[in-house]
T-cell receptor
Framework: AQSVTQPDIHITVSEGASLELRCNYS??????LFWYVQSPGQGLQLLLK??????LVQGIKGFEAEFKRSQSSFNLRKPSVHWSDAAEYFC???????????FGKGTMLLVSP | NAGVTQTPKFQVLKTGQSMTLQCAQD?????MSWYRQDPGMGLRLIHY???????DQGEVPNGYNVSRSTTEDFPLRLLSAAPSQTSVYFC?????????????FGPGTRLTVT
């Protein structure tokens, strides 16, 4: 069965600093990978997705992620964090049959002034 | 195009009560799913459906029932609510033919069981 690990429960970053959120997945076949963001009390917003092709994926709000098959990783990055990026971030992999998602437990991003 | 809608947005139940969480989508998606979100646990799959008349269990199905009589609707039933079912519930849908398998999420239902 597939699984997703987000090693960091909380991360604090200074505004303007760079950000990297880690995600490791376990899946036997070609993975379909996603990053979602959730602001407090809100629903899920898709940041970006990887399903084939270029391993560096660009998303919304200036985020990007790099798929590394050899490391089973799909880390999310942003060169300069804004206070509005404070939220919880979830990495997910499409499950068998690709009709559902398996999520990591999330990483809470705090942005300090 | 309303996307994925969920009702109610908030609900408080007493232990033992029953209720149905509604989910509807107007995108003609074949796939629909229910997830629950608990602090520190991420989202976990409860039940899913790959088409009208077809449902299957996910990771945490106990205490929940589903049925799918139409493509548009996928209600989630709690037959006898328990405090452990206090959670935020999200419905999602997607196309079966979308090569990226992107899922579209509803706004969620926050359920409290006392």
């Amino acid at each position: 069965a597939q699984s997703v690990t987000q090693p960091d429960i909380h991360i604090t970053v200074s505004e303007g600093a760079s950000l990297e959120l880690r995600c490791n997945y376990s899946y036997g076949a070609t993975p379909y990978l996603f990053w979602y963001v959730q602001s407090p009390g809100q629903g899920l917003q898709l940041l970006l997705k990887y399903f084939s092709g270029d391993t560096l994926v660009q998303g919304i709000k200036g985020f990007e992620a790099e798929f590394k098959r050899s490391q089973s990783s799909f880390n999310l990055r942003k060169p300069s964090v804004h206070w509005s990026d404070a939220a919880e971030y979830f990495c997910a992999v499409a499950g068998s049959g690709y009709s559902t998602l398996t999520f990591g437990k999330g990483t809470m991003l705090l942005v300090s002034p | 195009n309303a996307g994925v809608t969920q009702t109610p947005k908030f609900q408080v139940l007493k232990t033992g009560q029953s209720m149905t969480l509604q989910c509807a989508q107007d995108m003609n998606h074949e796939y629909m799913s229910w997830y629950r979100q608990d602090p520190g646990m991420g989202l976990r799959l409860i039940h899913y459906s790959v088409g009208a008349g077809i449902t299957d269990q996910g990771e945490v199905p106990n205490g929940y029932n589903v049925s799918r009589s139409t493509t548009e609707d996928f209600p989630l039933r709690l037959l006898s609510a328990a405090p452990s079912q206090t959670s935020v519930y999200f419905c999602a849908s997607s196309y079966s033919w979308d090569v990226s398998y992107e899922q579209y999420f509803g706004p969620g239902t926050r359920l409290t069981v006392t």
